[in-house]
């Protein structure tokens, strides 16, 4: 076959294949349209159905309950026939309606519906005076018909019914009413009750309640009298005991006849309605109150847009009459007010301003905190937002103080954060939650770390990681983890300590605890300082030994000394006594007594303050005259003075106490002191020696009428080997200061260029020094 021919054949077998598909879809198609439109109508006539045995059940004024074991109720009938049943026989029974219908029915009619339902045994029954019950088996359901005795006025059987009929409906619903209802006539006797009123008067039946004189209350009683005696309806208010309870009732009195007439009373249950009040009303009356003690201002308008509220602190604020916000103002009033007192801000537009303060009426959500800022220097800050009940709620918070602490605390940050940044050290701050809170810049460069890398990291595990890098020392950072995050407050104490870095350097560090949970963590640089203190150990070691071999070189230079000075003050005394030296021999003879004299003085000298530098200097403490040692003093160092054509003159008051001192060295304090003023005198002048004492020290004055001290040199007289203009160099006033010094006193120099100078030594009445030798010691 040709190719020609197969792809004909081909192509007529799927023209074929596609006309007969095509076929049985259109069939398959029209039989499912007719299925579908058979189901429609079904479902139509069913629905059809279903509305007409609705329509007849809903056409009478009874209920009916099908039973089969192990299901729920069946329950069908109109919805007021449901709920006059419903009230009749289970209103205090819980439950879905058919279930307590069915139950309370059986309660009533047991052996009847247990017949009914066990054997198929149909029954009918009458429930009191107003229902009467019947019982049926259908296809194994048992059925319960539950009619009223008499139909409704609109759906009676024939055209229309009598008055009986309808009164006894009317009856039937009064007495299934759940508020007390009762007829008295026009003398005040009762007459007909429902249930409720007979179960809240405690009577089982209204002959009962006849027989009792029963009352519901002598309030209700009078109102359904005074509503008989004039004719109309009266109502009122009475409160009942009962059940351990106070109840609210509204009580409501219409005439049925006119004046003269039977009344039927009705009563109210307002109990739940006056506590939800009375509850209310407290509530509002403690938020009042509660808002009355707060510090913020509260304003309430109303939807009526006058004030319905404000807090004391409201009228404090803007200082306003109390007695005119009473009058319950608009908001514009008073916003008119407070602008004539300049209590609001001062704006260009105040009719615009003043209309968009009013819009906040219209809005459903709370706007966005406002801020006023007053003419009189005054912040407020200003909350709306809408009332529940409706209206808009104000708050207004004088924030004037807070702004300036807020201020002043930035300003103290700022100062905080600036003289961080200025010091050498590197101090960072971590808060209680181990989170870095500032820093300075030597942090970043003591650690060589950039801000970025310390923000970044944030916490002091992931920052003490950073440093380990230059720090290595695990116990280090653990110890410092402890101080930063323990909030044991043993924990919490200052801590340093000192440790080598990867480079060299000798880092210092030390903690501190902050008031606010914080602590703060400093790094220093101590390489520098403690180089040079291990120098200046060095240096004093040294100086130390250099002071050893001083006072080993003084005292060997001074012996050696002493031994050809003593030798030439000896013959020099030998030769003035020689008989057959000239008197010019003689002269010189004496000369070199005088000046070997004087060296030996200079050797002692120093010597003393070797010692005395040393601390080996002890005080032999006695009990020492003043007079005594003035007379001794003016006797040596007078003929001197006086050779100098000067005078020396002694002063100490008799009564002067004893003082207890060194009698040796306190001479040889005045001695240096009178020889000090002797070369300074000239031909003409005085020196003077006085004494004085007061209650706790001895001040002893020499004092001369020489050239003095020039101001410049005053500061350095009691120096030691330094030149002087009087007398060269010397340790003799060095020595007075230190001798001085170790009975517990001081030195001090008072002195006018050319007019002399004064040098007084304050000394205490009793020697407090360590100086003192232990057996003499005062204690």
């Not at 259109?26 to 007719?34: D, E, F, I, S, Y």
């Not at 009874?62 to 299901?71: N, Q, S």
């Not at 319950?328 to 007192?341: K, S």
């Amino acid at each position: 076959m040709a190719e020609a021919d197969i792809a004909f054949a081909a192509a007529a077998g799927a023209a074929g294949l596609a006309l007969s598909i095509s076929v049985w879809a259109w069939r398959l198609r029209q039989a499912v349209a007719l299925r579908e439109s058979m189901v429609d109508q079904e479902r139509v006539s069913t629905a059809l159905s279903r509305a007409q045995h609705d329509g007849a059940l809903a056409a009478f004024d009874d209920v009916r309950i099908g039973l089969t074991p192990g299901e729920p109720p069946i329950l069908l009938g109109r919805d007021e026939a449901l709920e006059a049943a419903r009230v009749a026989f289970a209103r205090d029974v819980q439950g879905p309606p058919g279930s307590a219908l069915a139950e309370a029915l059986h309660a009533r009619h047991s052996e009847a519906i247990n017949a009914l339902m066990n054997e198929g045994t149909p029954f009918e029954a009458r429930d009191g005076e107003a229902w009467k019950l019947e019982g049926a088996p259908v296809n194994g359901t048992a059925w319960l018909r539950l009619s009223p005795m008499t139909r409704s006025v609109s759906h009676a059987g024939g055209g229309g019914a009598g008055e009986g009929e309808h009164a006894f409906g009317a009856g039937v619903i009064a007495d299934a009413s759940p508020s007390p209802t009762w007829v008295v006539d026009h003398d005040g006797r009762l007459v007909w009750a429902n249930r409720a009123w007979l179960a809240e008067v405690n009577c089982g039946s209204l002959e009962a309640a006849k027989e009792a004189h029963a009352s519901f209350d002598r309030g209700a009683d009078q109102l359904a009298a005074e509503a008989g005696r004039v004719g109309t309806r009266q109502e009122g208010f009475r409160w009942t005991a009962g059940d351990g309870r106070r109840r609210a009732w509204k009580i409501m009195a219409e005439p049925l006849g006119g004046a003269g007439g039977p009344v039927l009373v009705f009563a109210i249950d307002m109990t739940e309605a006056e506590e939800t009040r009375d509850t209310l009303r407290r509530h509002v009356e403690a938020h009042d109150e509660t808002l009355n003690h707060l510090a913020d201002a509260v304003a309430i308008f109303g939807p009526s847009r006058r004030l319905a509220f404000h807090n004391t602190a409201f009228q404090t604020l803007f200082n306003l009459d109390p007695a005119w916000l009473d009058e319950r103002p608009t908001h514009a009033e008073l916003l008119d007010r407070l602008r004539q007192r300049r209590m609001l801000p001062e704006v260009i537009d105040y009719a615009g301003w003043k209309a968009r303060e009013l819009e906040f009426y219209e809005a459903t959500e709370a706007a966005a905190d406002d801020s006023w800022s007053l003419p009189d220097g005054r912040t407020l800050r200003v909350v709306r937002q809408p009332h529940p009940l409706g209206g808009i709620l104000l708050l207004f918070s004088d924030i004037t103080g807070e702004l300036s602490l807020r201020s002043r605390f930035n300003a103290q940050l700022q100062v905080q954060t600036a003289t961080l940044d200025k010091l050498n050290d590197a101090v960072a701050v971590f808060g209680s939650d181990g989170r870095l809170r500032l820093h300075n810049e030597a942090f970043e460069h003591f650690w060589s770390l950039s801000a970025e890398r310390l923000e970044e990291a944030g916490d002091f595990d992931a920052i003490a990681e950073l440093c380990k890098a230059a720090l290595p020392d695990a116990a280090l950072w653990l110890g410092l983890k402890a101080r930063v995050a323990d909030p044991d407050p043993e924990s919490r104490v200052p801590i340093s300590g000192e440790g080598r870095t990867a480079d060299g350097r000798i880092a210092a560090w030390q903690t501190r605890p902050l008031p606010d949970g914080a602590t703060l963590v400093a790094f220093s640089d101590v390489t520098a300082r403690r180089e040079l203190e291990q120098a200046l150990a060095q240096r004093e070691a040294a100086l130390k030994e250099s002071q050893a071999l001083k006072r080993e070189f003084v005292g060997s230079v001074s012996y050696e000394l002493r031994t050809p000075l003593t030798t030439i003050v000896g013959y020099s005394e030998l030769l003035e006594t020689m008989g057959d030296l000239p008197e010019r021999s003689r002269q010189h003879a004496g000369a070199i007594r005088v000046a070997a004299a004087q060296l030996t003085g200079s050797i002692d000298d120093v010597l003393d303050m070797a010692q005395i530098d040393a601390g080996e200097m002890e005080l032999s403490l006695g009990d020492v005259r003043i007079r005594d040692l003035f007379a001794s003093a003016v006797e040596k160092h007078r003929p001197r003075i006086e050779g100098r054509g000067a005078t020396l003159k002694a002063v100490a008051a008799a009564n002067l106490p004893a003082i207890r001192a060194d009698a040796r060295r306190l001479a040889q304090a005045v001695d240096h002191l009178l020889d000090n003023a002797g070369r300074s005198v000239s031909e003409g002048g005085s020196v003077s020696l006085r004494a004085e004492a007061n209650g706790s020290e001895l001040r002893i004055r020499v004092e001369d009428t020489g050239r003095g001290i020039p101001y410049h040199l005053q500061a350095h007289v009691f120096d030691r080997f330094v030149k002087r203009e009087r007398g060269g160099p010397g340790v003799g006033l060095a020595l007075v200061k230190a001798l001085v010094e170790l009975h517990g006193g001081w030195a001090e120099v008072e002195s006018e260029p050319g007019k002399g100078a004064a040098f007084i030594l304050h000394l205490p009445l009793e020697a407090d020094s360590g100086a003192a030798a232990p057996e003499l010691a005062l204690g």
